[in-house]
């Protein structure tokens, strides 16, 4: 007799009745490591699996009171134990008896007298089988469940998902997807999408998402009753197969449309209603300079100096306010013209540079001598740009001097650079520098009131410019501000 | 010789007073409007050379008068200065004005426009 240990250590529950087969069949099985209960009649056999499931039963079939037959026959009627294989061992040896064995719901049958190698091999392939069966059964729940799981989330997702074939037929939709056609059909599976979101745009990101896997093509939407959806179509490849499919999200942006919308309408009439009177004062103030209304000491010209300077800053406030308006919806766009950047620089202090005065600021400017005298680009914007970044910067210098250098770094740029000799910005902050509504230091803040667009402004206005603008600073040692531009000194004409 | 008249149109006092001023200065004989409605019936009456048009009034849009202003013949030589303070506005209006002006307008610059336009008027 083999020695050997079973792979499938199981619960082997032998039913018979003679005490002398029990023990020798116990005893073998103990010996290969499984464990068992003996009993000697079916109905004792059937209380002692509804106490706990055996892995395996070995039955015997002539047994008082209830047969083997019997036993298996309840036992495979009830849910419950069905699936407990049963090797009926009897010393029937009949066609007949094993057919009956087998129709009772058997799996095997031993003949008595048995090898005992034989009840091993057999014992072990059918824990074997059972084992297989019982990973199986836990593999079907676990994928029952993910699949639950994903049902849910499909099914709780708040925006509408469609999975299309290459056909464009709608193979997977959630009910999300399903509340969008104002005239959903009956059954989503199988209908071209065509048929229920008639929308051009949306068809077009679907089948451009299918030419390219990977990338997500984005497209907002107006359904007909004005709902707008900002739909988002990926073409799904599968272990680099060729796309099989298009996933596509629609959600539903109607309302942060209409937020935008009242958002983008409060800026401008704000800004509106802002720059009117800013405008009158500005216009009063050049007719008492301009002798209009008769003419005025030096010291009264002194005094409307500066409220011409505050009142250019502050229409530089509300006008950075009313672009990033512009910029947020997307309606700024430069306009390019013939400009001096000499001139542009000797504007934009004269503008602001009273501001310097009295304070000790030295305010000085450099053109290099191979800039241009005359450039193409957005005057206005430039002229914005450069007011925000002297005026941050005297703004932030107590002592010392603001420089504002114009020179070509090469031969298709030319760059705007504002150095300070102020405190200088920490590393850590330079990050943030450009980000809206956002000031380096609390501290700082409070000594210097304002709204925070400047730099974000300067930075929107030079990335629509086509430029770039970086910083260059270090605590202690000031910092300098280049903006670096395309240098374009003639404009092509348009082949027409 | 009578001056040549320019007619302003704007509902803000201050505004109209600096438009006023600096068309005074190119030698302009002035009358201000500030409501939509009597500007519309003023036009019906009146030819001025000049009208300065803010887009921002009560009770008839700037740009209604303007529709009015180029559908009247009587009105084909006037020259119309549109101001506003809306620069995207402004932009798409550049073809139907002689001139657009995005607001906040400066004096001088008003001034020394107005002051070509009056000589170049009396030239004629």
Same mark, same amino acid.
């Given at each position: 007799?083999?020695?050997?240990?079973?792979?499938?250590?199981?619960?082997?529950?032998?039913?018979?009745?003679?005490?002398?087969?029990?023990?020798?069949?116990?005893?073998?099985?103990?010996?290969?490591?499984?464990?068992?209960?003996?009993?000697?009649?079916?109905?004792?056999?059937?209380?002692?699996?509804?106490?706990?499931?055996?892995?395996?039963?070995?039955?015997?079939?002539?047994?008082?009171?209830?047969?083997?037959?019997?036993?298996?026959?309840?036992?495979?009627? *009830?849910?419950?134990?069905? #699936?407990?294989?049963?090797?009926?061992? +009897? $010393?029937? !040896?009949?066609?007949?008896?094993?057919?009956?064995?087998?129709?009772?719901?058997?799996?095997?049958?031993?003949?008595?007298?048995?090898?005992?190698?034989?009840?091993?091999?057999?014992v072990e392939i059918h824990l074997g089988l059972r084992n297989l069966q019982k990973k199986l059964e836990r593999t079907n729940e676990d994928l029952a469940q993910q699949r639950d799981t994903l049902d849910t989330v499909l099914c709780n997702v708040a925006d509408g998902l469609v999975f299309t074939n290459p056909a464009g037929e709608i193979m997977l939709a959630n009910p999300a997807f399903g509340r969008i056609p104002l005239d959903p059909p009956e059954q989503l599976e199988g209908t071209a999408l065509s048929q229920i979101l008639p929308l051009a745009e949306l068809l077009d990101i679907v089948s451009d998402a299918l030419q390219s896997q990977g990338s997500v093509h984005?497209? *907002?939407?107006?359904?007909? #009753?004005?709902?707008?959806?900002?739909? +988002? $179509?990926? !073409?799904l490849c599968h272990d680099g197969q060729p796309v099989t499919g298009v996933v596509t999200i629609l959600r539903d942006i109607t309302h942060d449309v209409e937020v935008d919308r009242m958002k983008t309408n409060f800026v401008s009439m704000v800004s509106h209603d802002?720059?009117?009177?800013?405008?009158?004062?500005?216009?009063?103030?050049?007719?008492?300079?301009?002798?209009?209304?008769?003419?005025?000491?030096?010291?009264?010209?002194?005094?409307?100096?500066?409220?011409?300077?505050?009142?250019?800053?502050?229409l530089n406030l509300v006008n950075n306010l009313l672009d990033q308006a512009r910029i947020e919806t997307g309606q700024l766009s430069p306009e390019i013209a013939l400009f001096g950047p000499a001139t542009l620089v000797k504007e934009t202090l004269n503008d602001i540079g009273i501001l310097a005065q009295g304070s000790g600021l030295e305010l000085s400017s450099h053109i290099a001598d191979d800039v241009p005298t005359t450039l193409f680009g957005d005057r206005q914007r430039l002229h914005q740009v450069l007011s925000n970044l002297v005026d941050n910067a005297i703004k932030f210098t107590k002592q010392g001097s603001v420089i504002v250098r114009v020179y070509l770094p090469d031969e298709s740029h030319w760059a705007l650079a504002v150095s300070d000799t102020g405190p200088g910005i920490p590393i850590e902050a330079q990050a943030y520098v450009f980000d809206p509504f956002r000031q380096i230091d609390n501290s700082i803040t409070r000594e210097h009131v304002g709204?925070?667009?400047?730099?974000?402004?300067?930075?929107?206005?030079?990335?629509?410019?086509?430029?770039?603008?970086?910083?260059?600073?270090?605590v202690g040692q000031g910092s300098t501000f280049t903006v670096v531009l395309p240098l374009v000194t003639q404009i092509q004409e348009e082949a027409s | 010789m009578?001056?040549?008249?320019?007619?302003?149109?704007?509902?803000?006092?201050?505004?109209?007073?600096?438009?006023?001023?600096?068309?005074?200065?190119?030698?302009?004989?002035?009358?201000?409007?500030?409501?939509?409605?009597?500007?519309?019936?003023?036009?019906?009456?009146?030819?001025?050379?000049?009208?300065?048009?803010?887009?921002?009034?009560?009770?008839?849009?700037?740009?209604?008068?303007?529709?009015q202003i180029h559908a009247d013949d009587r009105l084909a030589e006037t020259r119309v200065i549109v101001?506003?303070?809306?620069?995207?506005?402004?932009?798409?209006?550049?073809?139907?004005?002689?001139?657009?002006?995005?607001k906040p307008i400066s004096f001088k610059q008003l001034r020394d426009l107005a002051v070509r336009m009056g000589s170049a008027t009396l030239d004629e």
């Open positions: 007799m083999s020695n050997q240990q079973t792979r499938y250590p199981g619960d082997i529950l032998i039913v018979d009745d003679k005490p002398a087969n029990l023990r020798l069949l116990s005893q073998m099985l103990l010996e290969h490591g499984h464990t068992v209960r003996a009993v000697i009649n079916g109905a004792r056999a059937l209380a002692s699996v509804r106490t706990a499931l055996p892995d395996l039963i070995l039955l015997d079939i002539k047994m008082p009171e209830m047969n083997g037959y019997e036993a298996c026959k309840r036992l495979k009627a *009830d849910p419950q134990t069905r #699936d407990v294989p049963v090797i009926f061992i +009897s $010393a029937l !040896g009949e066609t007949e008896d094993k057919v009956k064995a087998f129709t009772a719901g058997g799996v095997d049958y031993i003949t008595k007298p048995f090898q005992i190698e034989e009840v091993l091999a057999r984005t497209v *907002d939407v107006t359904l007909p #009753d004005q709902r707008i959806f900002r739909a +988002s $179509a990926c !073409g802002l720059r009117t009177p800013l405008g009158v004062i500005l216009g009063f103030t050049e007719m008492l300079e301009t002798g209009v209304y008769g003419p005025l000491s030096d010291k009264q010209q002194g005094a409307l100096q500066h409220i011409v300077t505050s009142v250019k800053r502050q709204v925070g667009l400047g730099l974000s402004i300067v930075e929107q206005l030079v990335t629509l410019m086509g430029g770039e603008i970086t910083l260059e600073s270090k | 009578n001056k040549k008249f320019a007619l302003i149109i704007e509902d803000d006092v201050g505004q109209s007073i600096v438009f006023a001023e600096a068309l005074k200065a190119g030698g302009f004989e002035t009358e201000i409007i500030r409501d939509g409605q009597v500007a519309t019936q003023r036009l019906s009456a009146v030819t001025p050379e000049i009208i300065v048009l803010d887009l921002h009034l009560p009770h008839v849009a700037g740009l209604d008068i303007l529709r101001a506003t303070a809306d620069a995207v506005l402004a932009k798409e209006l550049r073809e139907q004005a002689d001139l657009v002006l995005v």
